[in-house]
């Protein structure tokens, strides 16, 4: 016997009282199930973002926390510190985040090959949501976030988060927001891989450097 027919064998089993002329619709689920997990106090305000740093960091994401003001200012310098010659951005990156920051802009363009995206510096993007329980934050290929590759193929990736626009509790709550017919990537730290002896090697399948800057309106 196969692996599935142990799992349909279950399957039949699980529905045997099941009327056969009852359809999915006609018996409601209750659907009162938590929808977050959050400790005590970390779903009001900033304590919300700081859950969202926390976990980004134990992920190894380098978070930064900044006003709006300082937005520009700071990328400035993370691009400066990272020596930076390069910077890809998206078509509807906000102009004055970088309004400060020297490095030569690479525009998103279709025709892009994978050769030369590995050789821009960084990449500055936007994000469609993040997700505080889990440390996680979400693109799905809007204006200020540009197309999948752009965000994998560079080594160092930084992602702006507005606060407390942008940042949910859970994953429920963040799907709620999400449009599933996007292209969706879902980011919990740098890219990471383990061999069969647990030696960790990072930017394997995306950036080795993922850092998050954290805007409070």
């Known amino acids: 016997m196969s692996g599935r027919d142990v799992v349909l064998g279950r399957i039949r089993r699980a529905l045997r009282d099941v009327p056969r002329s009852e359809a999915p619709d006609d018996v409601p689920v209750p659907r009162d199930y ?16 700081g859950l969202l740093a926390e976990n980004l960091a134990d992920y190894r994401a ?37 309004k400060a920051a020297d490095p030569v802009r690479v525009h998103d363009r279709a ?14 993007t936007g994000c469609a ?19 999948r590759r752009i965000t994998l193929i560079p080594d160092h990736h930084i992602c702006v988060v ?32 383990s061999d069969i002896e647990l030696d960790r090697v990072e930017g394997v399948h995306g950036p080795r450097t993922l850092e998050v800057v954290l805007v409070e309106e």
Do not use: F, K, M, N
């Not at 025709?111 to 500055?124: F, I, Q």
């Open 62 to 98: 380098v978070v930064h926390r900044t006003g709006d003001e300082g937005l520009a200012p700071l990328l400035c310098r993370l691009l400066a510190a990272r020596g930076s010659a390069t910077v890809l951005v998206p078509p509807g990156l906000p102009p004055h985040w970088l």
């Open 162 to 193: 507005r606060v407390p626009e942008q940042v949910v509790a859970s994953v429920p709550e963040a799907l709620e927001r999400l449009d599933p017919a996007r292209p969706l990537t879902w980011i919990s730290g740098p890219s990471a891989t």
């Open 34 to 49: 938590a929808r977050a997990h959050l400790p005590s106090g970390a779903g009001a305000g900033g304590a919300l973002a």
């Open 111 to 124: 025709a892009a090959t994978a050769r030369e995206l590995d050789s821009v510096d960084s990449v500055v």
């Open 129 to 147: 949501v993040a997700i505080a329980e889990t440390g996680t934050i979400v693109l799905d290929g809007g204006p200020g976030q540009g197309r």
